[in-house]
């Protein structure tokens, strides 16, 4: 997983990594590759209470041709929810 540039997210990294394992997962009903992820945390500034991850899944072509595995976070958050 690469670092998160974000400021807000910059110090969440380990809770980013949770969120993709152990968070609720929701597939986007436009984009079936298109998934959502979504976990609590307590310790979350500005009164946020979940961080959020929106990751794609998909194939692409290794050197030998072969598919592989291309899955990726396209953004992550923190909100408060509740």
Known sequence: MEPINHPEMTDYEEE?????QQGTRKQDP?????????????????DNT???????FSFR???AGEP????????????EIG
């Open 16 to 20: 980013l990594r949770q969120t993709v």
């Open 30 to 46: 436009l984009n079936p590759h298109k998934y959502r992820y979504m976990k609590a945390f307590d310790d979350l500034p500005k």
């Open 50 to 56: 979940h961080i959020i991850a929106i990751a794609l």
């Open 61 to 63: 072509e290794n050197e």
């Open 68 to 79: 592989e595995p291309n899955n990726y976070i396209v953004t992550a958050y923190q909100k």
